[in-house]
């Protein structure tokens, strides 16, 4: 019963997206405020039907019901109970059905929560999550139901794919989901803005929480993705330009240009219509970014479905979407009125520099995601690869790097060059020191990794520049929020120029008690032992490692081979020891005739800061937002208290 | 500066910018793309030695073998038209297995083997390349 239940929740959250847009278009268009005001309740109702259905599937999880198709193909009744539970999304259908859960969840509480908008703006942008909800609802539905029963259930289940049981992995599709679904709202703010002609700093205040949001957790998704990647698939890197990773890296590029346009438009009003169309572009990189994971139109380590019943269906949905979105765009962006203007040496002119690199970005990844598949319908297999994206994005990139040096110096409106040149000397001085440093260091490290690092040190040091002459006490929380996630961004592009510069690899085939060497380790493999986990069985290698004179410390590692079986599979878990200076990463791999080990080893100097520097970003988008809301809700306060 | 000679200002950066990136783009396509080739496309147009390429099909069972120096495995990647002979030094990834699905990532030497630096295997054990799906018989599925 609980997976008829599940299905009825669902189909009546449709029948209310349905109701819902129907009230908002009906109740402007009429101008019937008793339909208006009912469209709120119906958002909150659908939300709640939504969350049911989803709660319905991942009971049938846990209890690993396998009279439910879905369950028996991604389940097993003898897994982890974490497992059971995230194999509810860690699944084509599922990751759907959480989608859309989480969609209308954002709409409900759009609905709950703000005061900001005005109502005809407000009721337009539930009627569009209304809209966007209803395509996911009739994905569902027709093409690809969770609830489906088998018949004859089945004995086990097939089980989760043992490199998806992971409690890192089990987490990160919906951290990236409720990404990709805070740039929803924020395109449907853009559409009922667009409906109403209502675009101003009140309307930029109202879509900046979400838009921040959504680019906090998108940070946290796509910095935790790289570093399951990394020790996880045992390949020791730690991104790959897989067109799944590209399809989370897009629509993050995307929301960070209209994070940092939707400031100006907030502060100074400027920017309106490019605000609005990154707002449309954001959200048409995560349906993108969907279409391309879903559809396995690609070859990608990550894609679930080999289907093109349900590829060309989102294909529809897309085009639907971002078509309609830029329809309406063309024919109403003609009505929004131009905001203020500027000079272009200002705050102002560095944020449409920022804008402008992260489009190139933007098509640059692009570019190279789906040439591939242009090329193959033209009938040319190609595939595009990473030597293509760092050589055509990284001097894009450090391009970046140097204007967020210089951005957050400049004041709003107007500037002089003199006094942005005298803020920047001592961050500049420093980065050609440290580019000359690395060189001499180094002579060999490519040019991208010495001005990268160069760039990361004066970018560092420039973060915190605007503290200068200011009473720390008096600085706003947003923006402590943005220096750190601006030295953020410095610390993590120097953890990827030293990881790409400075790592040692060795390959071997390992005899017991024989040493090796590895950057400056000292590395032994002692024996092999059995061990078993919950639903695995392993070898694992007994590797120490020491540096410097060989009676010092020594650390221990534990790579192992492991076999799952159900679904029968060898993995191999890397064994990775973090020091102050770096990471040492050994995989085991087989074992040959004469008893050697195949034992691959890596010392890779700061790459920690990869991931740190992700966290610290992340840190600071938060940190910015709790500003924002704080600071609204005080002038909120202060509003009414005028009014009285 | 008036409004209008800002807006042609800011129109002509966006425009080299963009050029620029395109330029960029377009000249790392040219020499860095990699070309997809399955054993069949290399039986009818031979691809030039020494370029970075990518080599799909299945791994061809009972090819597998390990060499003496512990680190080195050959197999023969196939598509039903055609085998080509494949060289890997490494720790092969997980899925990896005869069998089954495979793109090699690597050049072709002159006498028309494949030297791999990197092998992709594929997450789920029901993965095959779409690129080589059309070419091969269907996998099997599960539960039906």
Redesign the interface.
């Known amino acids: 019963m609980i997976a008829e239940a599940g299905l009825a929740a669902l189909w009546f959250a449709a029948a209310m997206a349905l109701m819902q847009l129907a009230m908002a278009a009906l109740g402007l268009r009429l101008k019937q405020d008793q339909l208006v005001e009912a469209v709120r309740p119906v958002a909150i109702v659908q939300g709640a039907l939504a969350a049911l259905s989803f709660g319905l599937l991942i009971l049938l999880f846990l209890r690993s019901d396998m009279s439910v ?1 879905l369950v ?2 991604n389940s097993h009744s003898a897994k982890p109970w974490l497992y059971k539970f995230a194999g509810a999304w860690g699944n084509h259908e599922g990751s759907m059905l959480l989608w859309v859960t989480v969609l209308a969840l954002a709409g409900a509480a759009i609905a709950l929560l703000e005061k900001k908008l005005d109502r005809a703006t407000l009721t337009a942008t539930l009627g569009a999550q209304a809209f966007i909800a209803l395509g996911f609802y009739a994905f569902l539905l027709i093409a690809s139901s969770p609830f489906t029963r ?1 018949d004859p259930p ?1 004995l086990d289940g ?1 089980g989760l ?1 043992p ?2 049981q992971d409690p890192g992995l089990a987490f990160h599709p919906p951290t990236l989901y409720f990404g990709y679904v805070g740039l929803s709202i924020a395109f449907s703010f853009a559409v009922g803005a667009m409906l109403t002609g209502e675009v101003g700093a009140a309307f930029a205040r109202a879509m900046r929480p979400w838009v921040l949001g959504a680019w906090v957790f998108l940070t946290i998704g796509i910095t935790a993705g790289s570093y399951w990647a990394y020790y996880e ?3 020791g890197g730690w991104w790959f330009w897989d067109p799944v990773e590209n399809a989370s890296l897009m629509p993050w590029l995307a929301a960070t240009a209209l994070l940092h346009s939707v400031n100006v438009l907030a502060a100074r009003d400027g920017l309106r219509a490019w605000t609005l169309m990154l707002a449309v572009v954001a959200f048409s990189m995560s349906m993108v970014g969907t279409f391309l994971v879903r559809s ?7 894609a ?1 479905a ?1 289907d093109p019943t349900r590829g060309s269906f989102i294909l529809v949905l897309l085009a639907l979407y971002i078509g309609g979105a830029l329809a309406l765009y063309g024919l109403r962006v003609g009505r929004v009125k131009a905001g203020q ?1 500027f ?2 040496l200002s705050r102002e002119g560095g944020l ?1 520099l920022n804008n ?2 992260l489009s ?1 970005i933007l ?2 990844v692009l ?2 995601t789906l ?2 598949i242009v090329a ?1 319908a033209m009938g040319e ?5 990473p ?2 994206f760092n ?2 994005a990284g ?2 990139a450090l391009a970046l790097v140097a204007a967020m040096a210089a951005g957050p110096l400049l004041n709003w409106r107007r500037d002089h060059l003199n006094p942005l040149l005298a803020k920047l000397t001592v961050p500049a001085t420093l980065a050609v020191l440290v580019m000359a440093g690395t060189f001499a260091a180094a002579p060999d490290a490519g040019w991208m990794e010495i001005v990268g690092l160069g760039l990361a040190a004066g970018l560092a040091v420039a973060s915190f520049a605007p503290l200068w002459k200011r009473k720390l006490r008096r600085v706003p929380l947003f923006t402590w929020g943005m220096m750190i996630a601006h030295f953020g961004v410095a610390v993590s592009v120097a953890g990827m120029a030293a990881d790409s510069a400075f790592t040692s690899e060795r ?3 390992a005899r017991y008690g024989q040493p090796y060497y590895v950057g400056p380790w000292r590395v032994v493999l002692n024996g092999v032992a059995p061990v078993i986990g919950d639903n695995w069985s392993a070898v694992e290698g007994r590797v120490t490692a020491s540096r410097g004179p060989v009676d010092g410390p020594m650390l221990l590692l534990r790579p192992q081979r492991r076999y799952y079986s159900s ?6 878990e890397a064994s990775i020891s973090t020091r102050i200076d770096g990471q040492l990463y050994a ?1 085991l ?2 074992q ?3 008893g ?1 080990w ?1 034992l ?1 080893l890596w010392w890779k100097p700061f790459v920690t800061l990869i991931w740190f520097g992700g966290g610290l970003v992340a840190l600071g988008g938060a940190l910015s937002l709790l500003g924002r809301v704080k600071r609204e809700r005080r002038n909120a306060r202060r509003r009414e208290e005028a009014e009285w | 500066m008036k409004r209008k000679h800002q807006r042609l200002i800011l129109g002509l950066v966006a425009l080299v910018a963009i050029g620029g990136a395109s330029g960029l783009a377009l000249s790392a396509l040219q020499d860095q793309a990699a070309f997809f080739y399955t054993p069949g496309d290399v039986a009818t147009k031979k691809p030039p030695a020494g370029r970075a390429v990518r080599l799909g099909g299945m791994v061809e069972t009972g090819s597998l073998k390990r060499l003496s120096d512990g680190v080195t495995i050959s197999f023969v990647v196939a598509d039903k038209d055609a085998k080509v002979p494949v060289r890997f030094t490494g720790v092969a990834p997980d899925l990896f297995k005869e069998g089954s699905g495979v793109v090699a990532e690597g050049k072709f030497t002159s006498d028309g083997g494949f030297v791999a630096d990197n092998l992709l295997a594929k997450h789920d054990e029901r993965y095959m390349p779409p690129e080589i799906a059309d070419k091969m018989p269907s996998p099997d599925t599960l539960v039906k």
Do not use: C, E
Not at chain 1, 567 to 572: I, L, N, R
């Open positions: 198709l028996a193909q088998l089945a097939m794919n490199l998806l698939l045992g390949w396995g139109i690609l070859t990608s380590v990550h679930f080999v203007g000079d272009l449409v402008l690199l190139v098509g640059i570019i190279g040439y591939p193959q297999q190609l595939s595009v690869g030597p293509f050589k055509a001097p894009i390959l071997v085939a679904p029968p599979t060898d993995t191999a995989v791999g087989q040959d005739a004469q050697r195949q691959r």
